[in-house]
């Protein structure tokens, strides 16, 4: 059995500097840590329950098949912020038929992230 002490979402990114400038100062992610020096140093941001890595670069922008998600308190919050920070939404909040509020958002290199409020009126706040 695998003993699971932590995780992290790891990015590599085709422009380094432009992805930290979108999770750092666009989605104000907290760093956790950095690492080496130069254009390729990595950077670990506080991810909710996680972290994301966002180190090295690629050549190509990754698969459409990679996915963030990330739940906030006030979606439409988040939403205002976010496009007044010049944030590409690729969709503004809708509430979703499985209850969801959800906005979906891009970073630099077009990897989808979904940021959902979970209301309170929904099954995930509470267990029956």
Known sequence: MVHVLSSRILLCPTDPERSRAFYGRDLGLAVYREFGTGPERGTVY??????????GRADAPPSPAVRLWLQVAD??????DLAGRSVEILRPPVREPWGLIEMWIA????????????PE????????
């Open 107 to 118: 970073d630099p290199d077009g990897t989808r992230i979904a940021v959902v409020e979970v």
């Open 75 to 80: 979606v439409a919050a988040a939403h205002e």
């Open 46 to 55: 506080f991810l909710g329950g996680g972290f994301l890595e966002v180190s």
């Open 121 to 128: 009126d929904h099954p995930l706040r509470y267990r029956p």
